[in-house]
């Protein structure tokens, strides 16, 4: 089974809400990343876990919180976006995230943010 | 550092002919190299992959891929389109940090029957 599940599928918030998104896999991945894809361009990276520990972090707002609670979850808590927030956020997830890896992407979670 | 371009920003077939989308990478060691499908509305697929083994790689649904070193290329192909490949079409090369991968801007395939 080489799937990552994202909820919701899509998500409509304004500027004050705090929200989430989830992510899963039960591949026994050690590695997870979030993406964020604006229309007709290439997905960006945000962060990456490594055994459950941030690794990588793109310079990414601070009204952007991830948490990886544990090896098969990631979050994404959002508070405070702005409409320029508004894309495609994916996750994907890899085997351990050292040596060159496939990475397995979700379906996304589309947000708008009002 | 690494960089992709990928070299039409569309590609439009008719349904039954050959698929051909290009892809020019830049690195300063071996790369590994990736192409990814993203269909309208979907999470991004992996294709196949090129991990310096054969140079020829073989995907899924009847797409292969050819490293040429000397030209720094890796070229996506397909005998025949068929409607359902109509798709965004993502070359990868694999970053510095093997965590991060460097994306192409992407090429658009249009099938029409």
């Given at each position: 089974d080489t799937e990552v599940t994202q909820t919701p599928k899509h998500l409509?918030?304004?500027?004050?809400?705090?929200?989430?998104?989830?992510?899963?896999?039960?591949m026994g991945h050690r590695a997870m990343y979030w993406y964020k894809q604006k229309a007709k361009k290439p997905p960006e990276l945000m962060f990456v876990y490594s055994?459950?520990?941030?690794?990588?972090?793109?310079?990414?707002?601070?009204?952007?919180?991830?948490?990886?609670?544990?090896?098969?979850?990631?979050?994404?808590?959002?508070?405070?976006?702005?409409?320029?927030d508004s894309?495609?956020?994916?996750?994907?997830?890899?085997?351990?995230?050292?040596?060159?890896?496939?990475?397995?992407?979700?379906?996304?979670?589309?947000?708008?943010?009002? | 550092a690494q960089s992709v371009t990928q070299l039409d920003s569309h590609v439009s077939v008719s349904e039954g002919t050959p698929v051909l989308l290009r892809c020019n990478y830049s690195s300063?060691?071996?790369?590994?190299?990736?192409?990814?499908?993203q269909h309208p509305n979907k999470g991004l697929q992996l294709l196949l992959k090129y991990t310096s083994a054969?140079?020829?790689?073989?995907?899924?649904?009847g797409f292969e891929a050819e490293f040429k070193k000397?030209?720094?290329?890796?070229h996506l192909t397909k005998?025949?389109?068929?409607?359902?490949?109509?798709?965004?079409y993502f070359c990868?090369?694999?970053?510095?940090?093997?965590?991060?991968?460097?994306?192409g801007t992407g090429t658009r395939l249009l099938v029409s029957p």
């Open positions: 409509v918030m304004g500027m004050t809400n705090k929200k989430s998104l989830k992510c899963e896999q039960h055994y459950e520990k941030l690794s990588i972090n793109e310079s990414v707002p601070s009204r952007f919180s991830p948490e990886c609670p544990n090896s098969s979850l990631l979050n994404l808590h959002l508070h405070a976006l702005q409409p320029e894309a495609l956020y994916l996750c994907a997830s890899s085997m351990t995230g050292g040596g060159v890896e496939t990475q397995y992407f979700g379906p996304g979670t589309r947000l708008l943010v009002l | 300063s060691y071996s790369p590994s190299l990736f192409w990814y499908v054969a140079t020829l790689v073989k995907g899924i649904n000397s030209e720094t290329s890796f005998p025949s389109a068929h409607m359902s490949d109509a798709a965004e990868v090369v694999s970053g510095r940090g093997f965590q991060k991968l460097v994306f």
